[in-house]
């Protein structure tokens, strides 16, 4: 039976968001004053950068601090063109990688999953993952990270372009 991914995402968005709540580190997060926060957003910053594979990655953070309200979520939407082989990295914080299109190569500790629209991808603090684009064509991401703190790393260093609000 084929999978709808629009009702997939809802269902990750749910637990992701009802993980973050039991997590220890949200506790903190709970007890300080927060910033207000948005009830609809079209996304933050956007970036654009070459690639390895000689094509270019396209960044929209869509979710951080500043919009949520508070520090127990990031969101962004992530496209990485075909060929693209992204090193063996770890991340401060977990990540989730849902494929919206495309196909990506997600090798967590050694061991390589090929994750297709409707898909998700899991990768833990303590893991090592690296990501494979094959040739045949672009993979387009949307990545969460809970608790946030991740996107700096991104979004940090890039000349960024605001996302205009509908």
Same mark, same amino acid.
């Given at each position: 039976?084929?999978?709808? /991914?629009?009702?997939?995402?809802?269902?990750?968005?749910?637990?992701?968001?009802?993980?973050?709540?039991?997590?220890?580190?949200?506790?903190?997060?709970?007890?300080?004053?927060?910033?207000?926060?948005?009830?609809?957003?079209?996304?933050?910053?956007?970036?654009?950068?070459?690639?390895?594979?000689?094509?270019?990655?396209?960044? +929209? !953070?869509?979710?951080?601090?500043?919009? !949520?309200?508070?520090?127990? !979520? #990031?969101?962004? #939407?992530?496209?990485?063109?075909?060929?693209?082989?992204?090193?063996?990295?770890?991340?401060?914080?977990?990540?989730?990688?849902?494929?919206?299109?495309?196909?990506?190569?997600?090798?967590?500790?050694?061991?390589?999953?090929?994750?297709?629209?409707?898909?998700?991808?899991?990768?833990?603090?303590?893991?090592?993952?690296?990501?494979?684009? /094959? +040739?045949?064509? #672009?993979? +387009?991401? !949307?990545?969460?990270?809970?608790?946030?703190?991740?996107?700096?790393?991104?979004?940090?260093?890039?000349?960024?372009?605001?996302? /205009?609000?509908?």
């Amino acid at each position: 039976m084929k999978q709808d /991914p629009a009702r997939s995402l809802s269902a990750l968005c749910a637990l992701v968001l009802l993980a973050g709540v039991a997590h220890p580190a949200m506790a903190q997060d709970k007890a300080a004053p927060t910033k207000s926060h948005s009830y609809a957003t079209s996304g933050l910053v956007e970036f654009q950068e070459a690639a390895a594979s000689g094509g270019v990655e396209k960044w +929209k !953070l869509l979710l951080d601090q500043s919009n !949520l309200g508070g520090n127990e !979520l #990031e969101m962004a #939407e992530l496209t990485l063109p075909a060929g693209e082989v992204v090193g063996a990295h770890h991340h401060g914080s977990i990540e989730i990688l849902y494929v919206l299109s495309g196909t990506l190569g997600h090798e967590v500790n050694g061991e390589m999953h090929m994750l297709t629209p409707g898909m998700v991808g899991i990768v833990r603090p303590e893991d090592s993952v690296r990501h494979v684009v /094959p +040739k045949s064509g #672009e993979v +387009k991401l !949307l990545v969460l990270w809970t608790p946030g703190g991740e996107a700096k790393k991104f979004f940090g260093h890039q000349k960024t372009t605001p996302v /205009p609000q509908k």
